[in-house]
């Protein structure tokens, strides 16, 4: 586990699924349910589902589209957000994610979630969760219509929020989210080593990783 000069860091930026909650909701809905009731509802197989959807998934990674509820229910003719709720039960924090919360909070740091997901899937796992009363702001990137990958995003932050990158943590489970906050210019980066509770650790190439959130709370 990495040490944070936490005297350093003014703004806590962080992800909110496979960062705070579990992605196993995520990855579970996308990868299993969702196709298996695209079959149901076109009357389709789950095989000719799955050649179907597998290139709409990959054309539209890491673009908004990607994140947008509105847009897969439009594209696939489903109700999306109908379906999200059949599986809500999965919706879990990661371990300790609420401790590393509360003591950000305890120790005045500004603490500003910042997520790809769409509102309606926001407000879905913020029902389930409460996690909305550690943060001063609950951001999507919907909001400016440009995902975390993009340059754009950050351009857009900033004047949101008017935040000193070189004094800032981003915490975030997706690489190239990682990359593009910092070149953005974002000091203190971490990833996270098992965002899916039922996939294991991941690489998480040059960046350090968060292991255990009651280790990173040392020296806060």
Same mark, same amino acid.
């Given at each position: ?21 579990d992605l196993?909701y995520?990855n579970?809905?996308? @990868?299993? /349910?969702?196709?298996? +009731?695209?079959?149901e509802?076109?009357?389709?197989? =789950? ?5 179907e #959807? %597998? ?16 847009f897969?229910?439009?594209e696939?003719?489903?109700p ?7 599986t ?15 003591? @950000?909070? /305890?120790?005045?740091? +500004?603490?500003i ?5 769409? =509102?309606?899937s926001?407000?879905l796992? #913020? %029902? ?15 909001d400016y ?9 950050w351009?857009?932050l ?10 800032s ?39 350090d ?12």
């Open positions: 586990m990495p040490s944070l000069a936490w005297p350093d860091i003014d703004t806590v930026l962080l992800d909110m699924d496979g960062t705070l909650l196993h995520d579970h809905f996308w @990868l299993e /349910h969702l196709p298996a +009731r695209y079959a509802l076109h009357g389709t197989s =789950r095989a000719m589902a799955q050649m #959807l %597998e290139p709409l998934f990959t054309g539209n990674a890491g673009k908004l589209n990607w994140y947008c509820l509105d897969w229910t439009a696939l003719n489903i999306v957000r109908e379906l999200k709720l059949e809500a039960d999965l919706i879990a924090l990661r371990p300790d994610a609420d401790t590393f919360l509360a003591a @950000l909070k /305890h120790a005045g740091k +500004r603490v979630m910042i997520t790809n997901a769409h =509102r309606d926001l407000s796992k #913020l %029902e389930r969760i409460e996690l909305a009363p550690y943060f001063e702001r609950l951001i999507s990137s919907h219509g440009y995902p975390k990958e993009s340059p754009q995003f351009e857009a900033q004047a949101d929020i008017a935040f000193d990158p070189a004094r943590l981003f915490i975030d489970d997706t690489l190239p989210i990682l990359r593009s906050a910092r070149t953005y210019g974002v000091k203190h980066l971490l990833a996270v080593r098992e965002p899916d509770s039922h996939k294991g650790p991941k690489d998480t190439e040059e960046f990783a968060v292991e255990d959130y009651r280790a990173l709370i040392e020296g806060l």
